[in-house]
């Protein structure tokens, strides 16, 4: 009797562990536990009364932006623009009180009204026009961080109205006003999306959007929804971000995208919908600071954070990868991954389109600024992007092939951090050095494709999560400051100008036509272009897909390399910061020219003429004497513009 009791009692035990285990949000709380004792054990006070408070207030306005991003997550979509409007949100409402005297309430209603706009158009184009998630929000980010820059001239608005401050820093139990509305948000949003139908819905949208739709969900309409309330709460986030530091600042909403992202994988919710809580998100966003915070008290390395949290990240999708295996899981719709491009195909020539863009722009500028003609003008223009041009041919077979890299501007810094510290701190020779870092960018091409392909974890993940830990460790290795002096022959090369242009635009250009020639005249462009258009069939054909896709990674993380080290000849310096925005000018570019989220399609010239567009709408804005702030806005119209219309004469010609 006393062992069947014990019996009995073990097998209790372990059910109520294997219950207690299996609540979505244990994936989060766990860990959030965990390092929260791991730092008060190395610093007693960690946990103090007076600590906790501050880890709940540091981030309220990203946990407010979560809650919209994941319930989107759910639905089976993303948004890549929700810190810029954030910022434009916080821009705006500063703007109208200080300048244009409107009364606070009235500027914060104008600002949310901005947002569900902008949430509105980034819905009806991903869901009624078919452009994918990815590129419809990448240009809002531009447009909508333009926005705010040119509303403000990029300068700090301040003072603002002690009724609009107290939003931000007013009290109610020891706590910001502003902590209570985001534990409201948690509270109502967790409650909608567990308990009523239009949670479900959500849920069925994500989850398998024909069977939802077969069950007589409008799930067109489900999806703009959720864009729209997803903006919207990242207005509120920066309208209250704004109201705390009692100014608009330009850092408001800054790097809000990946974060986002981060604390909703974090907290277990799924890049291909139909899985996650909002309260599970929420709590990956506590799991986040107290990672930054415990690293700071602990007087540890504060780069390490971005380290941890990259590999933190990594590792929640590898455990939800592992777990769905042997699970039948549905592909990505049509509609999610709809094939994409530039102004091209005017004619049977793929690039045309964009060339033509090319051209008529720069003609438009010419004619209102001359010298805008001249040689040296296009000489400026050409060594400008030549370093995102090199990247550009990489990306366009990996994108041709069907995957994504988003570390190339990390790679591009950390590789020529490490180079840098081999010349000037281990004396090595200049050949040595550079190969080593072209080595260190291969072999981290090499991880994301092993860990993309052969593990499963998404690449948008895998090379985010990639992303953080090589920023980390750059500022790590490098201690934050800049490594030099360079050897002079090294930065006399980075620096001359053969022919009038720079050695960086003649490897470009060189890679460029090289790259061509591969991708549109060899066996293997042929394999590279089958299995991004279809994966099923290549393997049918005899191709090896996964060798494909891997390759195409190393390619990638080797001339992103080598972008970073010509970048830093020229600059006669490595650094942590080199390379940034190298990622969404790379994107940006890619789609100009062509290419296509869905795999299958691009050209390697496509994306050097779409660098060369960003360039000149760059140049032709500041020396015609627009206001500088105008070239993102240009930037992210004429790439709505372009996949919009190529999709939608798709559409027609289907």
Avoid at 372 to 387: D, I, K, N, Q, V
Wanted: hydrophobic share 55%; glycine share 12%.
């Amino acid at each position: 009797m006393i062992v069947s009791g014990l019996m009995h009692w073990k097998n209790t035990a372990i059910r109520a562990v294997l219950k207690i285990l299996s609540v979505p949000e244990m994936g989060a709380l766990i860990p959030l536990i965990g390092f929260a004792l791991l730092f008060n054990y190395i610093r007693s006070d960690f946990l103090a009364p007076d600590n906790i408070p501050h880890l709940i207030r540091a981030n309220v306005s990203l946990g407010i932006v979560i809650v919209g991003s994941s319930i989107l997550m759910i639905a089976g979509e993303i948004d890549l623009s929700v810190g810029s409007v954030a910022t434009l949100c916080g821009a705006m409402a500063a703007w109208a009180m200080k300048d244009l005297g409107i009364a606070p309430h009235l500027a914060v209603i104008i600002s949310l009204a901005i947002a569900m706009l902008a949430g509105l158009i980034n819905g009806i184009l991903t869901v009624k026009v078919g452009v994918p998630a990815f590129f419809t929000t990448l240009g809002m980010f531009f447009v909508a961080r333009g926005l705010s820059l040119v509303i403000t001239e990029g300068k700090v608005i301040f003072p603002l109205p002690a009724s609009f401050n107290a939003w931000g820093s007013g009290e109610s139990l020891g706590q910001f006003w502003s902590v209570w509305i985001f534990l409201g948000l948690v509270l109502v949003a967790d409650i909608l999306m567990r308990r009523t139908t239009w949670g479900a819905a959500i849920y069925a949208t994500g989850g398998n959007r024909r069977a939802a739709q077969v069950a007589g969900i409008r799930t067109d309409l489900v999806k703009i929804l959720c864009f729209v309330l997803c903006s919207t709460l990242a207005g509120i986030a920066g309208i209250l971000a704004t109201a705390h530091l009692e100014s608009y600042q330009l850092e408001i909403g800054l790097g809000w995208e990946l974060d986002a992202i981060a604390s909703a994988v974090i907290g277990g919710c799924s890049l291909f919908g139909g899985i996650g809580t909002i309260a599970g998100a929420a709590i990956g966003v506590f799991v986040m600071q107290v990672l930054k915070s415990g690293i700071a008290m602990s007087a540890a390395n504060a780069n390490l954070q971005t380290v941890l949290i990259g590999m933190i990240m990594l590792a929640a999708v590898v455990v939800d990868v592992v777990r769905r295996r042997g699970k039948q899981y549905r592909e990505p719709e049509a509609e999610q991954i709809a094939v994409v491009g530039g102004l091209r195909k005017w004619l049977r020539v793929p690039e045309l389109g964009i060339l033509g863009l090319l051209v008529t722009l720069t003609l438009v500028f010419g004619a209102f600024k001359p010298v805008f003609l001249e040689p040296s003008t296009f000489a400026t223009l050409l060594r400008a992007g030549a370093y995102v041009a090199i990247i550009s041919v990489g990306w366009t077979f990996l994108l041709v092939a069907g995957e994504i890299d988003l570390s190339v501007g990390a790679t591009a810094a950390f590789s020529s951090v490490f180079c840098a510290l081999l010349m000037t701190e281990y004396g090595w020779s200049i050949l040595p050095s550079v190969l080593t870092a072209l080595l260190v960018g291969t072999v981290i091409g090499l991880i994301n494709g092993l860990v993309s392909v052969k593990v499963g974890v998404p690449a948008f993940i895998t090379t985010i999560a990639m992303a953080f830990i090589l920023q980390g460790l750059a500022l790590l290795v490098s201690g934050g400051y800049p490594v030099y002096p360079l050897p002079e022959d090294f930065n006399s090369f980075g620096n001359a100008n053969p022919a009038g242009v720079s050695w960086a635009f003649w490897i470009a250009a060189a890679l460029v036509i090289l790259g061509q020639i591969v991708l549109s005249r060899t066996i293997w462009g042929a394999r590279v272009s089958a299995t991004g258009g279809n994966k099923m069939a290549a393997r049918v054909a005899g191709i090896n897909t996964d060798r494909v896709k891997i390759v195409c990674f190393t390619l990638v993380g080797t001339l992103a390399a080598l972008a970073g080290i010509l970048a830093m000849a020229r600059v006669n310096r490595g650094e942590a910061t080199l390379g940034m925005g190298w990622n969404l000018d790379v994107i940006a570019g890619v789609a100009l020219g062509g290419g296509s989220l869905s795999g299958g399609l691009g050209t390697v010239a496509g994306a050097f003429m779409g660098v060369l567009v960003m360039q000149v709408l760059r140049g032709g804005i500041v020396m015609t004497g627009l206001n500088y702030f105008w070239q993102s806005v240009a930037v992210g119209l004429v790439m709505l513009l372009a996949v919009t219309v190529d999709n939608l004469g798709k559409r027609r010609r289907g």
